[in-house]
């Protein structure tokens, strides 16, 4: 279901919903009893009676002592919420380069549901100055961090996670001198390897291949092991560098190679039509 809110920056309110722009591909597994294949179950139990709990009687506690709980209800945490906890106010705009990509958490499609003159004027401002609007709302009884942005002419709404949620990377303070010459060798690998992104060429191979698993154990058949490709391991760094440019021109090669043949394609297809 849309999550319905609105967007608001300086004066100007848009009424919005947020449509998910990612769906889980995972392939879920059940647990079994392995005796019987039967499913395992999970009840919700109290130790105090040692009945099983309904959802419905089931209420949120917050514990601030041992064995001491203050009992939160929704119409309890509804109230604490103030009319900028429901709206999507933007503070500040920034470059898309000032944030960190480990902030990202989940991605919507921002849809105008009314005032669509001021959703469009504010789509085709951030997409001019090329800047990702900054906001804070509540969701689902926790505020959240907000990055809106335009990409595609689609405006997104990115979920952040607070800078104090971020935990700090292991240190990478490694005093070790590079030589021009292995610094050059993997720039060069580097641009030959380097091409516009499209996510279309990505696909989830792992999955591919859990699912002619599980299809070949449901026809009783034995699944077979893919075939690995055996990597030539070099241990010296330059001999490494060297063998990796090499590949990555071949590539490179190929890839021309194909590029050309597939102009030439499509400029035989225009000749036949032009005819």
């Known amino acids: 279901m849309p999550i319905k809110t609105s967007i608001s920056f300086g004066m100007v309110h ?78 500040q705009f920034v470059n898309l380069s000032e944030i960190n990509p ?17 959703f469009c004027l504010l789509k085709e401002a951030m997409k001019s100055e090329n800047k990702v609007g900054i906001a804070k709302a509540v969701f689902s ?10 990409d595609d002419n689609q405006l997104f709404l990115s979920t952040l996670f607070f800078d104090e949620e971020i935990q700090k990377g292991p240190s990478q303070n490694l005093n070790i001198e590079l030589s021009d010459k292995e610094i050059n060798l993997a720039k060069t690998i580097i641009e030959n390897m380097s091409e516009k992104f499209d996510a279309e060429k990505f696909k989830d191979e792992y999955k591919e291949r859990l699912m002619d698993a599980i299809s070949s154990k449901i026809n009783g058949k034995e699944i077979v092991a893919p075939k690995e490709v ?46």
């Open 14 to 91: 848009i009424p919005v919903s947020l449509h998910t722009a990612v769906k889980s591909n995972d392939i879920g597994f059940n647990m079994l009893h392995k005796k019987y294949n039967s499913r395992i179950s999970y009840k919700r139990t109290c130790p105090e009676c040692k009945d099983e709990v309904k959802p419905d009687d089931i209420v949120k506690g917050y514990q601030y002592a041992k064995g001491q709980y203050v009992v939160l209800t929704d119409e309890d945490l509804e109230k604490i919420k103030t009319p900028k906890d429901k709206t999507i106010k933007i503070e």
């Open 102 to 118: 480990v902030l990202y958490d989940k991605a919507y499609y921002v849809k105008p549901e009314g005032a669509d003159r001021a």
């Open 141 to 150: 009884n926790k505020e959240t961090l907000i990055a809106v942005r335009v």
């Open 230 to 275: 055996k990597d030539n391991k070099i241990i010296n760094l330059m001999e490494a560098l060297q063998e990796s440019l090499k590949q990555a021109e071949e590539k490179a090669k190929t890839k021309k190679k194909e590029t050309k043949t597939q102009t030439q394609a499509q400029k035989t297809k225009k000749t036949k039509k032009a005819v």
